[in-house]
């Protein structure tokens, strides 16, 4: 099998980054959303030709009937495809608590059971002083809210 691209293989640990798993559900988010709304398209060309041109023949009942039986699996697969494009967001959220968030809580419990001694005057009193001085940072207005949380997690 070859690659017309020339981008790297394949593989999974690609996904250990999680800037990789980021993009990686936000392409998959994509692919299915736009494969629901070609659905979507086939089925309300669907049901646009079945209401003008019903089959002659036919009683009321059975028109609506055979429309159904027509249009309905569309409506499902569409259904299905649009929970998949959401669903995306919990493959991402689930992937990076279990695969960065929580490893690295464990490793910081960890470090700190390991961790000597604080020294005098680096206690729980120094440590307060520090959070209620980053708590009463002004917060800029000039930023959007996404500057804003990148710039809280690195702090």
């Known amino acids: 099998m070859s690659r017309t691209s020339s981008g790297p293989e394949w593989s999974g640990d690609m996904l250990d ?6 993009a990686f559900a936000s392409q998959l988010r994509r ?5 629901a709304e070609f659905v979507a398209k086939i089925r309300r060309d669907a049901e646009a030709m ?12 059975e028109t609506w009937w055979r429309h159904r039986w027509v249009t309905g699996p569309f409506g499902e697969i569409q259904e299905l495809l649009e929970k ?10 689930r992937y990076r608590r279990g695969r960065h968030e929580i490893p690295a809580a ?3 419990a960890a470090q ?8 005098p005057g680096t206690g729980f009193a120094a440590h307060a002083d520090q959070a209620r001085s980053a708590r009463s940072r002004p917060v800029s207005s000039d ?8 710039r809280e997690r690195s702090a």
């Open 31 to 35: 692919a299915l959303s736009d494969q």
């Open 17 to 22: 980054r999680p800037e990789m798993m980021e």
């Open 84 to 93: 998949a494009a959401t669903r995306t967001f919990q493959l991402e959220a």
């Open 50 to 61: 079945w209401k003008a041109n019903p089959p002659e023949g036919y009683n009321t009942f």
């Open 143 to 150: 930023g959007n809210f996404m500057d804003m949380v990148r």
């Open 112 to 119: 700190a059971k390991q961790a000597p001694e604080l020294a």
């Open 106 to 108: 464990r490793q910081a």
